[in-house]
């Protein structure tokens, strides 16, 4: 059995692998090929926590995935980090667990961005450069990083927008330590209409900005809604969008971005975005578009990003 | 991190604290201070087994647990056990791994045996020694040795059915080597006739006997019905019994040996165990009630199994 610490899996970690990975793991949930159980949800309003475990397995592939992830949002004051949790594989042929990955949540904020990543360049217009993040926190850090990474040909300028100053202030600084071009913002509504590209990443419960504000051909990644009662973006922009793309339309609907758009209207229409990258449903259509992509994070990601590191544990045992 | 092995385990296991733990962990959840995740089922149907995953936490405790646990039921063709799977307990406070019980579901036959035994203690009749048990599979095994654990006052006979006749000898002649009183029983129907407790461990989709065979003043515990389809009883004698007590009507009447007779009247009453357990609601009223227990598996069960385990640890690491 494989037993893996944070610091081994980082180290085994191939991002364009892992890209790959996950691109066709979001391709094999829109084919129904991915057994995906309800997600788990434990709330610890006392400790002002909460705990998913995401589950699944892809059809004809050899191993299962349980991945437990926690978000513990005063660990910070703690000196500890927020999230926490581990990935598990096990033979989906005799049950026996196969591999304990021992991430304390780090594959799980990876393949979020991965995500998120994959949706913004899909769906982005082409000359898409100026990228607004709202929040600061881990998630904000690694979709931007993730998106430059994934588009390299790109000169992006990241513009950060955090309630917490302090913590925009410094996700700006190291990213422009790090070769990136980041700026603080401090008028959001400004912020929001200049911005080719919004990635919100926050804990919110009501809308972060009021609807009117997203000019045309925007795109926006919504990360932060991924249970019930949290919520971003205006539900009128929702309703509005030229096109609304999730990760599973279940999950989406049910706890992610679009449950409030979906109270009010049960046929909501989205396209699931595997139908995207593997062009079966047609995405962005004219340079007005305004696109929306709700991603709550599914097992299908999880079974990926694991089995990758499964399969460069193995190749680098190989002799 | 507690890190346990299964070896490990069994050396720290104390079946008289496990079974005080569980006996509380049943009145807690049936007082509605635990929180219980929804069960995750994922089935793997090519290779005979599934997976099930269990999840919470029992108000004002330290921790919470997420339980895994498997059957893959060709594995004993392949030298493998069928059961499988871990116990994870995280603090409930940060969200930061405590303990990584890696028993391969041993803990899993334990607290569904302890389970068993204390239901079938405070449901019997007092005088009650005639143990028929259907199946030969390690629960059948798990449940003859705790009930005698548990009832080291009575001289239990246990009679073995099972399908797999060489199981059914097997376990009869170890249970005979280790003390017991054991014999294998080839007439079903005239066995149940003279059993004054039917302990049923099978995966059976449908009754494994006929209606009108359980005489009166005779308790009844079914294991085996834990996912939708199963059932070991016959339909009838579910409606007909004095007494209907389950582990947790919500997982009970959805999945488990009472879901075909809550199909057909939805409003079937049952008790759960908690309050039998605290005499908080009443059991057996007379030596001729026909009692049924049915069991399902609760999350508070694996609470309380994985906790006792972890203070185990910490005391032998007290100098």
Tied chains: 1, 2.
């Excluded at 991915?34 to 589950?55: I, M, R, W, Y």
Aim: with cysteine.
């Amino acid at each position: 059995m494989l037993d893996l610490d944070k610091p081994q899996i980082v180290a085994l970690f191939d991002f364009d692998v892992a890209v790959e990975r996950i691109h066709n793991a979001y391709v094999a949930s829109a084919q129904s090929k991915v057994q995906t159980a309800d997600v788990v949800h434990l709330a610890f309003p006392e400790a002002n926590g909460d705990c998913h475990v995401k589950s699944g397995h892809i059809a004809d592939t050899a191993s299962y995935v349980i991945k437990i992830a926690s978000g513990f949002y005063d660990n910070p004051a703690k000196d500890l980090p927020s999230s926490n949790g581990m990935m598990l594989a096990f033979s989906a042929t005799t049950g026996e667990t196969l591999a304990i990955l021992r991430d304390e949540g780090w594959l799980t904020d990876m393949r979020t961005a991965i995500g998120g990543a994959l949706a913004t360049r899909a769906l982005a217009r082409s000359d898409a450069t100026e990228v607004l993040i709202i929040g600061a926190g881990i998630q904000a850090r690694f979709q931007a990083t993730c998106l430059a990474q994934l588009m390299p040909e790109r000169t992006l300028n990241f513009h950060i927008w955090a309630r917490n100053t302090v913590a925009g202030q410094t996700l700006t600084t190291d990213l422009n330590a790090t070769g990136h071009c980041a700026v603080v913002v401090s008028n959001l509504e400004a912020a929001i209409g200049a911005a080719d590209i919004i990635i919100t990443t926050t804990t919110a419960t009501e809308p972060l900005f009021a609807d009117g504000l997203v000019r045309k051909g925007t795109h926006v990644t919504a990360i932060g809604a991924d249970c019930p009662g949290k919520q971003e973006l205006p539900t009128e922009l929702v309703f509005t969008a030229s096109l609304r793309v999730c990760d599973r339309a279940s999950q989406s609907l049910n706890h992610g971005e679009f449950q409030t758009a979906c109270r009010s209207n049960a046929s909501l229409q989205v396209t699931e975005l595997g139908h995207i990258l593997s062009d079966t449903q047609p995405g962005r259509s004219s340079d007005d578009d305004i696109t929306i992509v709700d991603l709550t994070g599914i097992a299908a990601q999880d079974i990926a990003i694991t089995q990758a590191i499964i399969d460069a544990a193995a190749f680098a045992k190989t002799p």
